[in-house]
């Protein structure tokens, strides 16, 4: 499974590909392009972000503390649910 960091790093090495091309990327856009195509199991976490409208204005640091601490959250919930069956 592919955590947020994963998926940031590929982001963000394509962002620094367009950005050696002296292209200006702002940090909303590629919050953006993360939300266009997210993992399934980062879709409650993006409809909340959509929902409260802060997609326009969340920073990419921001954004990957969010998914990381979503994706901690996830790693306690599954090993919290076996540790439950396992007594």
Excluded: C
Excluded at 8 to 16: A, K
Excluded at 17 to 32: G, M, P, R, S, T
């Amino acid at each position: 499974m592919r955590t947020s960091f994963h998926i940031l790093f590929r982001v963000d090495n394509i962002i620094n590909a367009i950005v050696d091309l002296d292209e200006e990327v702002k940090d909303n856009f590629v919050v953006w392009i993360f939300l266009r195509s997210p993992p399934s199991r980062y879709n409650p976490k993006v409809s909340t972000l959509e929902e409260l409208s802060k997609v326009d204005t969340i920073f990419v640091d921001k954004f990957h503390v969010t998914l990381s601490t979503y994706d901690l959250r996830i790693k306690e919930n599954k090993l919290g649910v076996k540790k439950k069956h396992s007594r």
